[in-house]
């Protein structure tokens, strides 16, 4: 129980383009879907906390209108890179909490700019 | 401003043997802390968490000590298999798990044969 998984595990992508990162929760519901990045040889930073039907909390630091969460059911947020830059490359990881305090998660997206 | 941090990036140890894993913080809000594994490439995967009202929690192989005083905790791998080699982070958050986690910096374990 309790799989994550995210989709695409990897991309790449022009500078300028705009990319979609999806987030499940396969076997459970989850109200509360955090989004995390983590660069190489460093730990993993919360970008964001989505609540299923409202607003995502940015972090500070984190631009809000270029990373676009949307939580739209209990089992699926996305993530949106919007006009990406090469300094975007990065690992994102989503992790998913349903009624218990321990979050999951997936196994990530590696994000590409050229 | 590193909240949860954990000292020794790296750390070797012979199959059979005990892994230490170290995790200091700085904030006494902190009231739930997990353990995740992640090798490269993947996301971490949940091992083990504890609350602040405990100061120990085992699950097989598996044991987080706490000590609230100190603001430490670590995490035993008793015996150690060359399978446990992988990154290891603590987190930590306030108000229960559900919370945002602050992550450390993470420990590399390898367990030799």
């Known amino acids: 129980g309790a799989v994550v998984s995210q989709h695409p595990s990897r991309v790449i992508c022009k500078s300028g383009t705009s990319v979609k990162i999806e987030c499940r929760s396969l076997?459970?519901?989850?109200?509360?879907m955090f989004w995390y990045r983590q660069f190489p040889k460093q730990s993993l930073m919360l970008m964001a906390t989505?609540?299923?039907?409202?607003?995502?909390?940015?972090e500070q630091g984190v631009e809000k209108d270029k990373f676009l969460i949307n939580h739209a059911s209990l089992t699926l947020s996305t993530l949106t890179v919007t006009s990406a830059h090469p300094e975007d490359s990065s690992f994102y990881i989503c992790?998913?909490?349903?009624?218990?305090?321990?979050?999951?998660f997936g196994p990530g997206t590696r994000l590409l700019v050229l | 401003d590193q909240q949860v941090k954990q000292n020794s990036p790296s750390l070797s140890v012979q199959e059979g043997r005990i892994s230490i894993l170290n995790c200091d913080y700085t904030?006494?809000?902190?009231?739930?802390f997990l353990w995740y594994k992640k090798y490269p490439a993947e996301g971490p995967t949940f091992l083990i968490s504890?609350?602040?009202?405990?100061d120990k929690n085992e699950d097989g192989r598996f044991t987080v000590f706490l000590n609230k005083s100190a603001k430490h905790l670590s995490l035993h791998i008793v015996p150690s298999q060359p399978g446990d080699s992988a990154v290891y982070f603590c987190a930590a958050s306030s108000g229960g798990g559900g919370n945002k986690l602050t992550f450390g910096t993470g420990t590399q374990l390898k367990v030799e044969l």
């Open positions: 504890i609350s602040s009202i405990k």
């Open positions: 904030n006494s809000m902190f009231d739930y």
């Open positions: 992790s998913a909490m349903g009624r218990g305090e321990t979050q999951y």
């Open positions: 076997d459970f519901q989850a109200t509360t």
């Open positions: 989505s609540n299923e039907g409202s607003k995502a909390t940015y």
